[in-house]
């Protein structure tokens, strides 16, 4: 079965460009070029990715990306014509999960694409048991995220996130470890965005994020039993 792709940008000849690499790789291809057509797409399909540019008439990226995030851990990777450090800690402050500077070549964002959805679909975290912590479960099996009997909306960064520090229960993991692992070697951001994805994570586990311990200057450990 095809996946679907909604590809979010105003200016034509480069949402064709991008169309066209998509569809070689056997991708269905939503297209809109403004952020008011973009909401009303989401709304009326079913979407496996979005491809977001910022800068757009009518709603901005920033807008589409708070509204979509709101229903739905849909994967977004960003684009922008902007590498200012400030706009890339926006981006995943408003649940992002990868963020592309222009120029970039089509066939890099085609395969970062594919790898993202790969991780969304359970790739790095899916296994055969049910994890309890105090009120959260993790289903590794259904993909799914619960606090008490609340199933909470991750982002593909989030769970992955949350997979690999329950994975190494009471290890400090560094925040180079950690950006390698979630978001690959080949990533170019730096280690902020990991503080960022954290901070989101924690506040969507509520009470249950005090699992996840800062250790000051080196990292991240999750840690059942910590009360403090």
Known sequence: MKRTIMLVEDDVLMREFM?????????????????REALELFERHEVDLIVLDIMMPEIDGWSVCRRVRKKSGVPIIIITARADDDDQIMGFELGADEY???????????????????RAEGTLGREDDQLVYGKLTIDRQAHTVKVEDETITLSPKEYDLLILLTRHIGKVLERDEILN???????????????????KLRAKLGEEGRLIRTVIGTGYKFEPGNES
């Open 100 to 118: 592309v500077t222009k120029p970039f070549s089509p066939k890099v964002l085609v395969a970062r694409a594919s790898a993202l959805l790969k």
């Open 181 to 199: 692992a979630v978001w690959g070697i080949d990533y170019y951001g730096d280690t902020r965005a990991v503080d960022t994805h954290i901070k």
């Open 19 to 35: 169309t066209d690499y998509f569809k070689k790789e056997q991708w269905h291809v939503l297209e809109a070029d403004n952020g």
